[in-house]
């Protein structure tokens, strides 16, 4: 069973930058890949990064070059850096994680390929 809790959304201006945090306990090891969905009201949950149990990370189209993911494998944490912040940002950001086999491949975009989900930090950026 694992754990997750987000942390560090809010409310920030067009062209603002925040970063998220996730946390992850139980067992969270380096077996699992981690990432960030998101979802605005009346829209449907979207991937916005990966982050693969090497480290190797995706990006959606729409926050690449903008967005940054990471995870600290010590800290059991995932990052992620959002810089020059869009209105159309705005969501309720969600952790998720689920165990990775080596070489595995799989569509991460998809939510339903997820297996641990956090309770969500909203983002709100402002035009």
């Known amino acids: 069973q694992v754990q997750l809790v987000e942390s560090g959304g809010g409310s920030v201006q067009a062209g603002g930058s925040l970063r998220l945090s996730c946390e992850a306990s139980?067992?969270?090891?380096?077996?699992?890949?981690m990432a960030w969905f998101r979802q605005a009201p009346g829209k449907g949950r979207e991937g916005v990064a990966t982050?693969?149990?090497?480290?190797?990370?995706h990006y959606a189209e729409s926050v690449k070059g903008r967005f940054t993911a990471s995870k600290d494998n010590a800290e059991n944490t995932l990052y992620l850096q959002m810089n020059s912040l869009k209105a159309e940002d705005s969501a309720m950001y969600y952790c998720?994680?689920?165990?990775?086999?080596?070489?595995?491949?799989?569509?991460?975009?998809?939510?339903?390929?997820?297996?641990?989900w956090g309770q969500g930090t909203q983002v709100t950026v402002s035009s």
């Open positions: 998720a994680s689920r165990y990775c086999a080596p070489n595995g491949n799989f569509n991460w975009a998809n939510y339903l390929n997820w297996e641990y």
């Open positions: 139980g067992d969270a090891s380096g077996r699992f890949c």
């Open positions: 982050v693969g149990r090497d480290s190797t990370t």
